[in-house]
């Protein structure tokens, strides 16, 4: 984050170091509160993160600019096991989609990263109004599969967004901790655990 922050805002005639701005958006990230990944939640943020660092906050034009930024493709990494894994599900007839607390640059970028077509569903946190863990996200993919909430697996990054929240929709769920030592009977540090 701090290196695409530093870059973008280098622009706009104010230096940071890109590790300054990683600590300051870690910082604004866990003060938000009641944010739903709009336009305007990232607005907020994005000032959240410059306060005190320059004696204005940052132009509309400076948000708009990195608000885009972060909807192109090289800005994001895919895992080496995600194709694998996906083109594995699908071998087995599994039905895929993702939920996201993000916002509505996930369908282009998930276009643009090659990934969109993998899955049926793609559902959006700004777009349902709501955020994980809440369940109205978790049964909008319920209902979009046709399913009973315990037929749905559902993995995620988050032990309390996507693990916990999805079990309390009734899914059953996976924690993916890619760096935890030992995985839990909840948890898996690799795609590979699903096939």
Not at 79 to 104: C, H, K, M, Q
Not at 164 to 182: E, V
């Amino acid at each position: 984050v701090g290196h695409v922050y530093a870059a973008v805002a280098a622009r706009h005639g104010v230096r940071a170091a890109p590790e300054e701005l990683t600590h300051r958006f870690v910082d604004a990230w866990n003060r938000k509160e009641d944010f739903y990944y709009t336009k305007d939640d990232w607005a907020a943020l994005v000032d959240d993160t410059f306060v005190g660092l320059t004696t204005t906050l940052p132009s509309q034009s400076f948000f708009d600019e990195l608000y885009l930024r972060f909807a192109e493709p090289d800005c994001w990494h895919v895992y080496e096991d995600v194709i694998p894994i996906l083109t594995a599900l699908r071998e087995r007839g599994v039905r895929l989609a993702v939920i996201s607390n993000w916002d509505v640059r996930l369908r282009p970028l998930l276009g643009a990263l090659n990934l969109a077509d993998w899955f049926e569903g793609i559902h959006v946190s700004s777009e349902i109004g709501t955020t994980k863990p809440d369940r109205r996200i978790f049964q909008a993919a319920i209902n979009s599969f046709g399913l009973p909430a315990s037929h749905i697996l559902h993995v995620g990054d988050s032990e309390i967004e996507d693990y916990r929240g999805a079990q309390a929709s009734g899914m059953q769920s996976r924690w993916l901790c890619r760096n935890c030592d030992k995985p839990s009977a909840s948890a898996i540090n690799s795609l590979a655990s699903l096939v």
